[in-house]
C-alpha cells in the first residue's frame, strides 16, 4: 500500500539548514508528483512546493530563496532542505503524494531554537 | 497567489444539525478539495475536484460550488465530524489553503 513517512531532526538551532527526508513505498516518484506542506503550531497549512513525476521542481516564492527540493529514485525518497531558518519555522512537516489525493505522512515536528 | 477566504471561522453545531462551510476565492479556481483534520492528524481528505467524495468518507459529506464561490455540506452532525476543515485550490501556483474553519460540537 501507498505509505509516505517523513524523518529528520527534532531540533534545529536558528540559522542553520533543515534536511528532512519524505520514503515513500507503494508507488515510483517517477510516475507520481510528492508535495511538501508544513503546520505552524496551532495554525493552518501551507504548500512549500512539489518535486514532478519527471524530476521538475515547483516552489512557494515566499520560501524559493530558502528552499530545495531534490530525490534519489533509486532509494524512493525525496528530500527538502531550507536554510536560514527562524523560529517561526518551527511547525510539523509534511510530505503528501499528488496534494488533491488522500496519501499524507505522518509528519515530523520541527522545532527552530537555540 | 490565489487566497482562499474560510466563513465561519468557529462555529458549533447541535448533532443532527445541518453544516455548510464556505471557501471564497481571490480569483476564479478549476475546483476546490476539502480536507479535515484532527487533533495533531494527518490531514483527510473529505472532497476532492469540488464535489467527489474520497473513498472511505461518508455520504452526509458534499461539495459544491463554482468559480470563486464553494462551500463543504455536512447534511446531519455527528459528533466525530468536530475537527478543522480546509479548502485547497490546485489551481495555480502557489497552491493555497484556507484558513480552516473549526467545527465543533454544541
Known amino acids: 500500500q501507498v505509505q509516505l513517512k517523513e524523518s529528520g531532526p527534532g531540533l534545529v538551532q536558528p540559522s542553520q539548514t533543515l534536511s528532512l527526508t519524505c520514503t515513500v513505498s507503494g508507488f515510483s516518484l517517477t510516475s507520481y508528483n510528492v508535495h511538501w506542506v508544513r503546520q505552524p503550531p496551532g495554525k493552518g497549512l501551507e504548500w512549500m512546493g512539489r518535486m514532478r513525476y519527471n524530476g521538475d521542481t515547483s516552489y512557494n516564492s515566499a520560501l524559493k530563496s530558502r528552499l530545495s527540493i531534490s530525490r534519489d529514485t533509486s532509494k524512493n525518497q525525496v528530500f527538502l532542505k531550507m536554510n536560514s531558518l527562524q523560529t517561526d519555522d518551527t511547525g510539523t512537516y509534511y510530505c503528501t503524494r499528488g496534494l488533491g489525493e488522500d496519501y499524507w505522512g505522518q509528519g515530523v515536528m520541527v522545532t527552530v531554537s537555540s | 497567489e490565489i487566497v482562499l477566504t474560510q466563513s465561519p471561522t468557529t462555529m458549533a453545531a447541535s448533532p443532527g444539525e445541518k453544516v455548510t462551510l464556505t471557501c471564497l476565492a481571490s480569483?476564479?479556481?478549476?475546483?476546490m478539495y476539502w480536507y479535515q483534520q484532527k487533533s495533531s492528524a494527518s490531514p483527510k481528505l473529505l472532497i476532492y475536484?469540488?464535489?467527489s467524495l474520497a473513498s472511505g468518507v461518508p455520504d452526509r459529506f458534499s461539495g459544491s460550488g463554482s468559480g470563486t464561490s464553494y462551500s463543504l455540506t455536512i447534511s446531519s452532525m455527528e459528533a466525530e465530524d468536530a475537527a478543522i476543515y480546509y479548502c485547497l485550490q490546485l489551481t495555480s501556483t502557489p497552491y493555497t489553503f484556507g484558513a480552516g474553519t473549526k467545527l465543533e460540537l454544541k
Open positions: 475536484y469540488t464535489s
Open positions: 480569483s476564479s479556481v478549476n475546483y
